[in-house]
């Protein structure tokens, strides 16, 4: 076998590898050999058919099996005899392959960069902490409580109001036509909560018990049923009954109901939920933070394969969040290739740390045990009652999808890895300048495996919806 580097621009490497038509030769002669010991034709012996035959009749099919056995085998020891590592499949061309000749053929891929992950005790991080006001803790325990209220029986004549329960029977139709699931008898439906498509509540309230409304409102253009998305729907509606939203209170009752002994109890139990939710953006930021840091640190080139492969699937996603008119914020005004140019910054950043966090946990032996991603798969099932099953299935048929766990749960141990070995001093802030991210969010980019440009807007209303 001879193999010629021909390109080695970068982190790019390209070979010329020949091998060498008696090495062919030998190996469908080879190939012969094993299937003539157990081929069975009419009018022979098991295993004593001759090889001119069977050469004759399937020698195109061991051809392309020796092809690929040979281009398999030669170009895994082209790469380790030279020690590479790398960082895309590689891309092969034949150039020359026919009985009695020699095969030629090409071999390119990108490999990875060299480069040292540094000394993480050089590392300065500022670790922001924060706990639950006394009146943050009475807000969500009065929210507990407004969750938890009762309704009852609406004044005769009541015409329905936001917070009121109705119940209801309705049959949609689209262009005159009714549709699948367009049709309820007995929904209920609080109004207000935005549980129905746009505009469905707001119209019902002024309703009062055996009137017929019929509501006009257009389903999302995102909707999940394509053909509904973006139509206009009528729906008839005829409001069965109208209970009213009982005073919330804030007292022992309210404990009993969530199965706590006393108020005193409902209050702890809110408070440790603030403190874990605050404890979760505390570490986000404490996060974003020393991958900014490492980001600073690193400058080295990283392999195109990886940064275009990234950028695609940002790119998906922000390309398909601008069709349906949710630009990013900052992103307005721009043109399409200024973005695009913008997101590959994004995509070379994450890409490179994500080659430094994979680089630390390689030196530092830091991998992720069986038992992880055992546990992240049950919490994935968790999620989906009386599925677990098909989603334990899932896993155990698609080891990309375990993959996909893996990887953040390896991100995590190293960062927590690097957080130990950096100098970390705490400050104590107020929870609202905890959740205001505008200052991280000001940062070149988020976390190597995290969101893919999510603006300051998204993460904001996320963490007050964590709160």
Not at 20 to 30: N, V
């Amino acid at each position: 076998m001879q193999v010629t580097e021909t390109n080695a621009e970068g982190l790019r490497r390209e070979f010329k590898i020949v091998v060498e038509a008696r090495d062919l030769s030998d190996r469908m002669t080879a190939r012969l050999d094993r299937m003539s010991q157990q081929a069975q034709m009419p009018g022979f012996r098991p295993g004593k058919v001759p090889k001119t035959l069977l050469k004759q009749r399937f020698g195109k099919a061991l051809m392309g099996e020796v092809l690929e056995e040979t281009v398999s085998t030669s170009s895994q020891a082209a790469i380790a005899e030279r020690s590479l590592r790398l960082a895309t499949q590689p891309r092969v061309e034949i150039k020359e392959f026919s009985e009695g000749k020699d095969l030629e053929y090409t071999l390119a891929f990108e490999v990875m960069p060299e480069f040292d992950p540094g000394d993480f005790k050089k590392l300065e991080v500022e670790k922001l902490v924060a706990e639950p006001s006394d009146s943050q803790v009475e807000e969500a325990v009065s929210r507990l409580a407004q969750a938890q209220r009762k309704f009852g029986p609406a004044p005769e004549g009541h015409k329905a109001e936001k917070g009121d329960l109705l119940t209801i029977d309705f049959v949609g139709t689209v262009d005159g036509v009714e549709f699948e699931g367009g049709k309820a008898e007995g929904a209920r439906v609080e109004l207000g909560t935005g549980q129905f498509i746009p505009g469905f509540e707001d119209q019902l309230i002024g309703a009062q018990v055996g009137g017929n409304v019929k509501i006009k409102a257009t389903f999302p253009s995102d909707y999940g049923v394509r053909f509904l998305a973006g139509r206009e729907g009528v729906f008839d509606t005829t409001v069965k009954e109208i209970k009213h939203p009982e005073e919330a209170k804030v007292d022992d009752d309210l404990a009993k109901a969530l199965g706590l002994e006393n108020l005193d109890g409902v209050r702890a139990a809110v408070k440790g939920q603030l403190e874990k939710d605050l404890g979760v953006v505390s570490r986000r930021r404490l996060k974003r933070r020393v991958l900014d840091q490492m980001s600073n640190m690193h400058g080295f080139e990283v392999p195109p394969g990886l940064v275009e492969a990234e950028f695609n699937v940002i790119w998906t996603e922000i390309d398909a969040a601008r069709k349906r008119g949710e630009n990013e914020p900052g992103d307005e005004g721009k043109s399409e290739d200024e973005l695009k140019e913008q997101y590959r910054t994004l995509a070379t950043r994450r890409v490179r740390l994500g080659l430094v966090l994979a680089e630390a946990g390689r030196r530092n032996n830091i991998a992720v045990t069986s038992e992880e991603i055992e546990r992240a798969i049950s919490q994935q099932a968790s999620r989906f009652p009386g599925q677990e099953k098909s989603i334990y299935a899932y896993f155990r048929n698609n080891p990309q999808a375990v993959d996909q766990l893996r990887g953040p749960i390896l991100e995590d141990k190293v960062i927590d890895f690097i957080v130990e070995m950096a100098k970390v001093t705490t400050k104590t802030v107020t929870p609202e300048q905890l959740m205001d991210e505008s200052e991280d969010d000001a940062a070149p980019a988020a976390e190597a495996a995290g969101d893919k440009g999510e603006g300051k807007a998204k993460k904001k209303a996320k963490a007050k919806k964590d709160e």
